[in-house]
């Protein structure tokens, strides 16, 4: 699958990871509403270019695990500013 780094120069692989750093961070910064959303950005970092095929489950298992996911910040992240705001997107 990585098959395209053996015939990359060293300028070339490190020009990849900083373009995979960069990618990375952006999802990692991303604060607020944001958290919740679908990043295909991040995924077209790869070089094989594909349609993710997800599944999404129905209402109540969704918002559930979206409830589950906020817990967890609480958990992980209890430190983090209070983002205040509606989200109005």
């Given at each position: 699958?990585?098959?395209?780094?053996?015939?990359?120069?060293?300028?070339?692989?490190?020009?990849?990871?900083?373009?995979?750093?960069?990618?990375?961070?952006?999802h990692?910064?991303?604060?607020?509403?944001?958290?919740?959303?679908?990043?295909?950005?991040?995924?077209?970092?790869?070089?094989?270019?594909?349609?993710p095929?997800?599944?999404?489950?129905?209402?109540?298992?969704?918002?559930?695990?979206?409830?589950?996911?906020?817990?967890?910040?609480?958990?992980?992240?209890?430190?983090?500013?209070?983002?205040?705001?509606?989200?109005?997107?």
């Open positions: 699958m990585d098959d395209d780094l053996d015939g990359m120069d060293r300028d070339t692989l490190i020009a990849e990871v900083r373009k995979l750093r960069a990618g990375i961070r952006v990692r910064d991303t604060t607020g509403h944001d958290l919740c959303w679908h990043h295909p950005d991040l995924w077209g970092l790869l070089p094989e270019k594909t349609e095929s997800i599944a999404v489950p129905p209402w109540p298992k969704f918002m559930r695990g979206c409830i589950r996911y906020r817990q967890s910040l609480d958990e992980q992240a209890f430190d983090a500013p209070v983002h205040d705001k509606e989200f109005n997107g």
